[in-house]
């Protein structure tokens, strides 16, 4: 989450834009770890809630695809399964939390507020977006008959990740493992990893360029079931050891999906603020207090 969180922030870092988000995000800061690198560091915030107890939101981190072998079930065989998809999912989550971010309407409180809470959920929730597994949950007749939780119930033997989930979410072993409030040496890190990828894919790369011109969430989120159709669980199997071609190509797409989901962050908040006005605070003024307060 936070190489991605660098890689959008290396291309906003000098704009209007990038101030004035770090100006809303820093009317949370006191309430997160968030210290040295605020803006990477809000990345882990919609997961850092968790441990608060938070579980409204969950569901907001998974798109509600389910799988077998390379196809996706049919809602007969959801059924079948009584497996229900929730609506309020990954893709649902993003689009709301853009609707929020670009209000202009007044209020009787500060939106800017709310603003403070989204901007750090869309910077997290574009990592899962690109995350294979945060698309798709794996079914069968036998060991998984609702899903196998994104590949979280996929065991398999490896030292470092007891399942198939946590596997991918640290990149493939390609990265390590850091907390908020960041080190100094863990930054730096992170800081060349970003720049590794992006001096390696730059934007005017054929398959990047392909690939950035696909915008939606919805198709974004088919395009993470397709990857974990024919890479994620194509070459690996329940509870054997894991090879170390599946890891070297793994690693591969895990690094192409970091920096694409980076490269997309940036262009969906340019586009959520290329008008200044959004960013502002949208309040009522005092006369229009009285006179609603009159009516």
């Known amino acids: 989450h936070m190489v991605v969180a660098r890689i959008a922030e290396i291309e906003l870092q000098g704009t209007r834009i990038y101030d004035q988000m770090m100006e809303v995000l820093g009317l949370l800061t006191k309430y997160t770890k968030e210290r040295d690198y605020p803006f990477i560091e809000t990345a882990p915030y919609a997961d850092d809630i968790k441990a608060l107890g938070v579980k409204t939101m969950n569901h907001w981190h998974f798109a509600d695809h389910y799988i077998n072998g390379d196809r996706l079930l049919t809602d007969k065989e959801l059924d079948a399964h009584k497996i229900k998809k929730n609506p309020e999912n990954l893709v649902w989550s993003i689009n709301e939390s853009k609707k929020i971010l670009r209000n202009k309407n007044a209020s009787l409180i500060d939106d800017r507020l709310n603003k403070s809470i989204y901007l750090r959920m869309l910077i997290h929730l ?19 008959k ?39 040496n863990d930054y730096d890190l992170i800081d060349i990893y970003a720049k590794h990828l992006m001096k390696r894919y730059t934007r005017s790369t054929t398959w990047v360029k392909k690939r950035l011109q696909v915008t939606s969430v919805k198709e974004i ?75």
């Open 126 to 144: 574009y990592g899962d977006l690109h995350q294979p597994l945060h698309g798709v949950s794996y079914v069968d007749e036998k060991k998984f």
């Open 146 to 184: 609702k899903g196998d939780a994104g590949g979280n119930n996929f065991v398999i033997d490896l030292v470092g990740a007891r399942d198939l989930h946590t596997l991918w979410d640290k990149c493939v072993k390609r990265c390590k493992e850091v907390s908020v409030p960041l080190k100094k």
């Open 221 to 295: 989120s088919d395009e993470s079931v397709q990857l974990a159709i024919k890479e994620v669980y194509a070459g690996v199997k329940f509870g054997k050891p894991v090879g170390e071609e599946y890891l070297k190509k793994g690693g591969l797409l895990s690094d192409k999906q970091l920096l694409i989901a980076g490269y997309r962050l940036s262009d969906a908040l340019k586009k959520l603020f290329e008008d200044e006005e959004v960013l502002k605070p949208h309040i009522k003024t005092e006369g229009k207090l009285e006179d609603q307060a009159t009516e």
